[in-house]
């Protein structure tokens, strides 16, 4: 059976997949802390909501459509703290590219989330790319910003001790 803490965590997770793909960047207030740690693939780690809020934008500005798929929630809750691992698909759309305007991309979001006056929120966000296909001209749309692969899998992670939902919160 569903808690709410649950169920409002896993509401908060989808919400993010929705304003990537509205560009509503002030939904992110509703998602993250204003201290969020979120690492999504070296260079890109931010440290802080609005830096977090504005690079996103410029990333996906130039994109005609993305969509984020999350599933697979698995959440769990200790007082006011809680992690959630949850699988991703990313699809993003950008016709000004030569050749197929499509990227493909799959991986794992592994959160820590804190209880606030204001709801749940996530405090540390690592995003994984474990695979992708098409275009990767698409995906690039600041010149040298790419997302690279992840070299390591959910299984390596694991037995390193880095997977939330396995190891704390």
Known sequence: ???NDVIEIT???NLYGIAVDSQSWSLFDQIF???VDAFFSAPAHWYDLESFKR???DFHK???ATQHCMMNHVIKVE???AAA???GTWRLVRKATDGNPLWDGSGWYDDELTKTNEGWRIKKRVCRIIWWVGNPMVNETIPGVKFELETTSLREQRAAGNIG???GP
């Open 33 to 35: 802390t204003r201290d």
């Open 165 to 167: 939902v396995l190891t």
């Open 11 to 13: 509401q908060l997770i």
């Open 55 to 57: 690079d996103f934008a």
């Open 62 to 64: 130039p994109f005609d």
């Open 85 to 87: 691992l949850t699988y």
């Open 1 to 3: 059976m569903l808690n």
């Open 79 to 81: 007082g006011d703290r």
